[in-house]
């Protein structure tokens, strides 16, 4: 028996999402919804899985999703495929294949739905999890930056987010972060090499960027006075970062400048962003993203600048849940039926109700009156509808108000109204 159970359950870092924990995530794509269409902003739905080499391309051989994390395996004609280990490479390939840059200057997008990393499940990360993206293709400009980043923060607010902090850098462009690069190499060989981890003195010399992402303590320590990009950028990209924090002081947005934050993937350039938690744990991003003006033509596309973010709707779901169920919804009704000669009119009156845009529970089988109002308020609903035979010869029904215990006779036929006054 415990092979057979142990056969038929969820599969580690997989999870059920029960009406409580689904009713935070409806609240978020609500106001994702609610938000991203007044800057614009389109939804776009892409597949789950894509060819391999898509995000080998775009997220780079040499970060970890690549190299550790994806969920890869071969078809049937022994073609490479993955299950998308993030949303924007996808939008890329859509964007690329389907000629949008030919018809619109610029487009805006975004996207809702599951994401796949074989990576240690932990508080707030899954190994199918869900991100909430939006992508910004065809302005260089810094305004675009400041206007994605404010429309982030606006659809973090319409959440009642607590403790959050939005961190900023810049990676710098193509003339700037070569040589930033080297000098940051060459200090990094100037280290004793025990104290950096494994995977930080392989990153030494493919991607020394990814040495200041680590999040091995010791090796945070022994970089913690490593060569700032902020010191080495040209002109342009210092006038880039200036005008989006010029723009984002004066919406009234709050941020840190964060010299290490350099994100998981290769293809970020110039502004950088997360906003992360102190209430979650060690992994405290809760969204976070930056431009990305190669990507595009590295993947066989046309030179379009972009700028996108991602939310990871697992982290925020643990914010929300601490904020309150103010989030969960709340029946209008729980109607039960005190016996068996009400149950047709109680079906009845249920349907009514439905049909007048309220919502609520039918009690199938008959109750007493105080299994009735026990049931009535595990179901959190605000009014209990009573229906007995007096009830039935009189053509009313007991509501019942569950926050103040008042009780009052209201006819059938009124009893929509009676709920929505």
Not at 120 to 137: A, D, S, T, V, Y
């Given at each position: 028996m415990e092979s057979i159970m142990a056969q038929i359950q969820a599969i580690k870092g997989f999870a059920d999402l029960f009406p409580e924990d689904s009713a935070l995530f409806l609240r978020m794509e609500q106001a994702a919804r609610e938000v991203f269409p007044r800057y614009a902003f389109g939804e776009l739905r892409t597949p789950l899985l894509e060819y391999t080499d898509l995000f080998r391309r775009s997220i780079g051989t040499e970060t970890d999703v690549v190299q550790k994390e994806m969920y890869t395996f071969a078809d049937s004609k022994e073609r490479s495929m993955t299950l998308r280990p993030e949303a924007t490479a996808g939008v890329m390939r859509a964007y690329i294949e389907h000629g949008v840059h030919a018809r619109e200057a610029v487009?805006?997008?975004?996207?809702?739905?599951?994401?796949?990393?074989?990576?240690?499940?932990?508080?707030?990360?899954?190994?199918?999890?869900?991100?909430?993206?939006?992508?910004?293709?065809?302005p260089r400009e810094a305004e675009a930056d400041a206007e994605i980043i404010c429309m982030l923060m606006e659809f973090l607010g319409r959440l009642n987010l607590g403790d959050i902090t939005l961190q900023i850098n810049s990676l710098g462009c193509p003339n700037c972060r070569p040589a930033y690069r080297k000098i940051l190499r060459d200090w990094l060989e100037s280290l004793d090499p025990a104290g950096l981890c494994e995977d930080c003195r392989r990153r030494m010399e493919t991607n020394p960027l990814r040495v200041l992402d680590c999040k091995v303590p010791t090796c945070r320590e022994n970089t913690a006075r490593a060569p700032v990009m902020l010191e080495h950028q040209c002109p342009e990209c210092s006038a880039h970062l200036d005008t989006v924090l010029r723009h984002l002081r004066a919406q009234g947005v709050s941020f840190e400048i964060n010299h290490r934050l350099v994100r998981g993937l290769d293809y970020y350039t110039r502004t950088t962003?997360?906003?992360?938690?102190?209430?979650?744990?060690?992994?405290?991003?809760?969204?976070?993203g930056g431009r990305y003006d190669g990507l595009i033509s590295s993947l066989g596309g046309p030179d379009v600048p972009g700028i996108g973010f991602a939310c990871g709707m697992e982290r925020l779901a643990l914010l929300m849940r601490e904020d309150g169920e103010h989030f969960l919804s709340r029946p209008d009704f729980y109607l039960a039926s005190l016996d068996d000669s009400c149950r047709d009119a109680a079906f009845e009156l249920a349907q009514i109700l439905r049909g007048a845009g309220l919502g609520g529970t039918l009690a199938f089988e008959t109750r007493s009156m105080k299994s009735a109002m026990r049931q009535a308020d595990k179901s959190r609903a605000r009014f209990a509808l009573i229906l007995g035979p007096d009830e039935l010869a009189a053509g009313t029904v007991a509501v019942r108000n569950m926050e103040n215990g008042e009780q009052r006779a209201v006819s059938r036929a009124e009893a929509a109204g009676a709920l929505k006054a």
């Open positions: 487009s805006k997008f975004f996207t809702i739905g599951p994401m796949f990393r074989h990576e240690r499940p932990q508080k707030g990360r899954m190994r199918q999890f869900h991100q909430i993206n939006c992508e910004c293709l065809g962003f997360e906003v992360v938690s102190g209430s979650i744990g060690a992994q405290g991003s809760v969204a976070g």
